[in-house]
């Protein structure tokens, strides 16, 4: 199957996008910053399900990452990574340049507070003003019907959600369930930072939320039930914790006890590595 066609710029996004509405067609689309793997294409597969046309955006966007974190380094690949879209029906990309997104003199920044208090929050100050600025301007530049969010990144799913709804932006967040390889481990741009003996031990990230989200739904406290996850991943080999919480699943606030739908959560490090994964936690 051919390559899906690059845009570079917002006003070839839209032409493409209105010349699609013209014809009645609905448009997903699937905001992500390449270094594709087969989670991301799970979401293009559901919003090729969900939509007649399907446009997926690969933008490493530089506000979302701290001063000390990976923007330099993040894998970037747009051959690879249009040669897979083709793979899965794409009908276009859009991978525009820094200055496109961000023109020189621009200064407004979307805040979501409240959800942005905990887990992640604390640990990358600024990350998710970052994401929620540049979610918010690829919503509004593509206009779609749906836009397709993995759940491995919780926090940010529900961040998007409610920018969604507080800005009154005509579309539907549609949340996709996380993809993992056989052995539990979520799929992860990242993963390929790992080493050997760390990919090794990182599936007890996924085993210790399985044991949390039972340990809660029988009942257990949530101090109870993370104490022993902590010391499970120390044992395993996990070098830090930044948090492994039991969190409402929309408020994203810690809970004690399980009395609605909850969520466990963790981000944890191998060596230079940062993983997070979540599952749910049935009421
Ligand atoms: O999840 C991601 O890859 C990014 O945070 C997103 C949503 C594409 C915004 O840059």
Redesign the pocket.
């Known amino acids: 199957m051919a390559s899906p066609p690059i845009m570079r710029t917002i006003a070839d996004l839209r032409s493409a996008v209105a010349l699609w509405r013209r014809a009645e067609e609905s448009v997903g689309l699937v905001?992500?910053?390449g270094a594709l793997h087969d989670g991301h294409l799970s979401l293009v597969k559901r919003a090729r399900q969900q939509c007649r046309r399907a446009v997926v955006s690969i933008?490493v966007?530089p506000t979302?990452f701290g001063p000390n974190e990976d923007f330099q380094l993040y894998p970037r690949d747009l051959d690879g990574d249009a040669a897979k879209l083709a793979t899965v029906g794409a009908d276009a990309i859009f991978a525009p340049q820094v200055a496109e997104m961000y023109p020189e003199g621009a200064v407004t920044a979307v805040t979501v507070s409240g959800l942005t208090e905990g887990l992640c929050g604390p640990f990358r100050p600024g990350h998710f003003q970052g994401?929620a600025t540049?979610?918010t301007k690829l919503l509004l530049q593509c206009l779609p019907d749906a836009g397709f969010?993995g759940e491995k990144?919780y926090q940010?799913l529900q961040v998007i959600r409610q920018l969604a709804r507080d800005l009154d932006i005509p579309v539907r967040i549609e949340g996709v369930p996380t993809f993992r390889e056989s052995d539990g481990l979520a799929l992860s741009s990242r993963n390929a930072y790992l080493t050997p003996a760390e990919r090794a031990i990182a599936p007890t990230l996924h085993r210790v939320l399985r044991q949390a989200a039972a340990d809660m739904e029988a009942g257990g406290t949530a101090s109870a039930t993370t104490d022993r996850g902590k010391r499970e991943l120390f044992g395993a080999g996990f070098s830090r914790l930044d948090y492994l919480d039991v969190v409402d699943a929309v408020t994203l606030k810690k809970i004690e006890r399980l009395e609605r739908p909850a969520r466990v959560a963790a981000a944890a490090w191998l060596g230079k590595t940062r993983l997070i994964d979540n599952l749910p936690v049935a009421f």
Request: aromatic fraction near 16%; hydrophobic fraction near 50%; avoid cysteine.
């Open positions: 905001p992500t910053m933008f966007n979302q994401v540049i979610v969010f990144d940010q």
